[in-house]
């Protein structure tokens, strides 16, 4: 469908009028016009259109990279650390670069080690980049803080251990609105949302099949799934019901699915992307409007674009700001990037990046991480057979001064709500957002982000649990050598009143620490 083909007047009828997408550049011709002897070119209004990929010139080198298939994207990164699962015997390792730290790893480095089993998703909370979150087979997620300077031990004990899922965890992912609130999805056909706080379930869905993949919509009010019965589905997590669900591809393989729109409210917050496969094996991307899944048309999408015979899933990753979709493949040597249109056809395609080694998995960096002296509009991380390597996307403009064009505000990386207000059914509010010009970037960043809630480790708890029981015997062994001491002296001072001795009795209850008046009036 991106093949470069123009109408002429030799092909045409004259009075007959033909449009024709051409590849990557936008540029349409118009047969009656060519019929009368003028050429007609209409170039696609975009600042987008010629955007190129570019290999980093550093990168890490001689990794470990687990060989664990899984359903997620395979590695993870932000502005401090690069996370990716390491080939470990035992039970699931997790690996966590400083990302500013490239060269060849050593063979020892330190490992995330907490798993008992494979680790099958992970993700950075997207309000504090130190934070990581983990899921595993062993039927448990684990909350990691990693210190600033990286790892510099094995760490096993998490910040919070999450238990209620009955069978291995697929996905793990944040709310991008809301602080300490997340989403879960198992083998025990449960989609689960989590109150980290309190470090509990708060809603709970039932899902008809395995899920594929689960994503949230740009406010974090709704939850995307694609499930293995090949339907999309749409929950409402805090009503625990589905707002929506359609058939999507018609391959056996899995599908995944990404939310479009973006900061401001508008009908392409609606629309989502899915990428999927044909009965024929063959690799397809749908666009679909969820307000249409009630109607008698509810399987039918916007638009469907074939791509390819690939044998790989394709991971489709959508930029808010620019709306640009990228599409990445485990297994493909390259990245498809699309820009996103209101109209039809909805999605145009600009190019592909392509290298000559496979990726077992890629991701992309939060935008506020980009370098905007480059005119670089997104930055992602491919994870090879040993080796991470970063590529830029770039818009060519000859001048080095800021493009406010080219960089809408950016999520700032703050809690947009709490996690009660979300909880309670508030109305979802929009990332809070920041400037990406270098100049007001530090007034923004002055004014901060939304407090997250400080979580204490499970080690810490531990320690503060036994130092509180250590106190409690040493206050109770007190206590009973205090009623000892009292008991003896009661003895005694009913001795002295048998005795008549007023005087000692008064002695007494003055050593005891009685006031003169108390002992006197005891008397």
Same mark, same amino acid.
């Given at each position: 469908?991106?093949?470069?083909?123009?109408?002429?007047?030799?092909?045409?009828?004259?009075?007959?009028?033909?449009?024709?997408?051409?590849?990557?550049?936008? $540029?349409?011709?118009?047969?009656?016009?060519?019929?009368?002897?003028?050429?007609?070119?209409? @170039?696609?209004?975009?600042?987008?259109?010629?955007? $190129?990929?570019?290999?980093?010139?550093?990168?890490?080198?001689?990794?470990?990279?687990?060989?664990?298939?899984?359903? *997620?994207?395979? &590695?993870?990164?932000?502005? /401090?650390?690069?996370?990716?699962?390491?080939?470990?015997?035992?039970? %699931?390792?997790?690996?966590?670069?400083?990302?500013?730290?490239?060269?060849?790893?050593?063979?020892?480095?330190?490992?995330?080690?907490?798993? *008992?089993?494979?680790?099958?998703?992970?993700? $950075?909370?997207?309000?504090?980049?130190?934070?990581?979150?983990?899921?595993?087979?062993?039927?448990?997620?684990?909350? !990691?803080?990693?210190?600033?300077?990286?790892?510099?031990?094995?760490?096993?004990?998490?910040?919070?251990?999450?238990?209620?899922?009955?069978?291995? #965890?697929?996905?793990?992912?944040?709310?991008?609105?809301?602080?300490?609130?997340?989403?879960?999805?198992?083998?025990?056909?449960?989609?689960?949302?989590?109150?980290?706080?309190?470090?509990?379930?708060?809603? *709970?869905?039932?899902?008809?099949?395995?899920?594929?993949?689960? /994503?949230?919509?740009?406010?974090?009010?709704?939850?995307?799934?694609?499930?293995?019965?090949?339907?999309?589905? &749409?929950?409402?997590?805090?009503?625990?019901?589905?707002? %929506?669900?359609?058939?999507?591809?018609?391959?056996?393989?899995?599908?995944?699915?990404?939310?479009?729109?973006?900061?401001?409210?508008?009908?392409?917050?609606?629309?989502? @992307?899915?990428?999927?496969?044909?009965?024929?094996?063959?690799?397809?991307?749908?666009? !679909?409007? +969820?307000?249409?899944?009630?109607?008698?048309?509810?399987?039918?999408?916007?638009?469907?674009?074939?791509?390819?015979? %690939?044998?790989?899933?394709?991971?489709?990753?959508?930029?808010?700001?620019?709306?640009?979709?990228?599409?990445?493949?485990?297994?493909?040597?390259? @990245?498809?990037?699309?820009?996103?249109?209101?109209?039809?056809?909805?999605?145009?395609?600009?190019?592909? $990046?392509?290298?000559?080694?496979?990726?077992?998995?890629?991701?992309?960096?939060?935008?506020?991480?980009?370098?905007?002296?480059?005119?670089? +509009?997104?930055?992602? +991380?491919?994870?090879?057979?040993?080796?991470?390597?970063? &590529?830029?996307?770039?818009?060519?403009?000859?001048?080095?001064?800021?493009?406010?064009?080219?960089?809408?505000?950016?999520?700032?990386?703050?809690?947009?709500?709490?996690?009660?207000?979300?909880?309670?059914?508030?109305?979802?509010?929009?990332?809070?957002?920041?400037?990406?010009?270098?100049?007001?970037?530090?007034?923004?960043?002055?004014?901060?982000?939304?407090?997250?809630?400080?979580?204490?480790?499970?080690?810490?708890?531990? /320690?503060?649990?036994?130092?509180?029981?250590?106190?409690?015997?040493?206050?109770?062994?007190?206590?009973?050598?205090?009623?000892?001491? &009292?008991?003896?002296?009661?003895?005694? #001072?009913?001795?002295?009143?048998?005795?008549?001795?007023?005087?000692?009795?008064?002695?007494?209850? %003055?050593?005891?620490?009685?006031?003169?008046?108390?002992?006197?009036?005891?008397?």
């Amino acid at each position: 469908p991106f093949a470069a083909q123009r109408c002429t007047a030799r092909s045409v009828p004259p009075r007959l009028e033909c449009t024709r997408f051409t590849r990557g550049s936008g $540029f349409f011709a118009t047969a009656g016009a060519a019929a009368q002897g003028r050429r007609m070119k209409v @170039v696609r209004d975009s600042n987008y259109r010629h955007v $190129f990929g570019e290999v980093g010139k550093q990168r890490y080198e001689d990794l470990r990279i687990s060989s664990k298939a899984t359903e *997620s994207c395979g &590695i993870r990164g932000n502005s /401090k650390f690069v996370c990716f699962p390491w080939e470990a015997g035992g039970g %699931g390792a997790l690996a966590c670069l400083v990302s500013s730290k490239f060269g060849r790893m050593p063979r020892d480095i330190p490992l995330l080690i907490g798993h *008992s089993g494979p680790v099958l998703d992970f993700e $950075f909370n997207p309000f504090d980049e130190n934070l990581l979150l983990s899921c595993s087979e062993d039927l448990t997620m684990k909350l !990691w803080r990693v210190p600033d300077e990286g790892l510099k031990q094995h760490m096993k004990e998490p910040l919070l251990n999450l238990e209620g899922h009955g069978k291995k #965890i697929l996905f793990c992912t944040f709310n991008p609105s809301a602080s300490n609130i997340m989403a879960s999805s198992s083998f025990d056909l449960t989609t689960r949302v989590w109150n980290i706080a309190e470090q509990e379930t708060a809603f *709970s869905i039932t899902m008809p099949d395995q899920v594929m993949h689960l /994503k949230w919509n740009y406010p974090g009010s709704l939850l995307a799934a694609t499930c293995k019965d090949k339907k999309l589905r &749409i929950i409402d997590p805090r009503a625990s019901e589905f707002a %929506g669900e359609t058939k999507v591809h018609d391959g056996v393989k899995p599908s995944k699915v990404e939310w479009l729109g973006g900061s401001s409210p508008s009908d392409e917050r609606f629309k989502l @992307v899915t990428t999927g496969f044909t009965a024929q094996a063959e690799r397809q991307i749908g666009i !679909w409007d +969820i307000r249409r899944l009630g109607d008698a048309d509810a399987g039918t999408p916007l638009t469907i674009l074939s791509l390819d015979q %690939g044998t790989g899933a394709l991971y489709p990753f959508f930029d808010h700001g620019t709306q640009m979709l990228y599409v990445a493949g485990k297994g493909d040597a390259n @990245v498809r990037y699309f820009e996103a249109d209101a109209a039809d056809p909805y999605m145009h395609f600009i190019n592909d $990046f392509r290298t000559q080694v496979p990726q077992k998995g890629f991701d992309f960096l939060p935008k506020r991480c980009m370098d905007t002296t480059t005119h670089e +509009i997104m930055r992602g +991380i491919k994870l090879e057979a040993s080796a991470i390597q970063p &590529i830029s996307f770039k818009v060519p403009r000859k001048s080095d001064a800021f493009q406010e064009d080219l960089y809408p505000d950016a999520p700032s990386g703050g809690a947009a709500m709490g996690a009660d207000e979300w909880l309670g059914g508030g109305e979802c509010r929009d990332r809070l957002c920041r400037p990406m010009d270098p100049e007001k970037a530090p007034a923004a960043a002055a004014a901060g982000p939304a407090t997250t809630e400080v979580f204490v480790s499970v080690k810490d708890l531990k /320690k503060q649990l036994a130092d509180a029981q250590a106190r409690i015997a040493a206050l109770e062994k007190e206590n009973e050598l205090q009623k000892a001491k &009292i008991a003896a002296q009661d003895k005694e #001072i009913e001795a002295l009143k048998a005795g008549g001795d007023r005087r000692s009795v008064l002695l007494v209850r %003055g050593a005891s620490g009685d006031p003169p008046h108390s002992a006197a009036s005891t008397l």
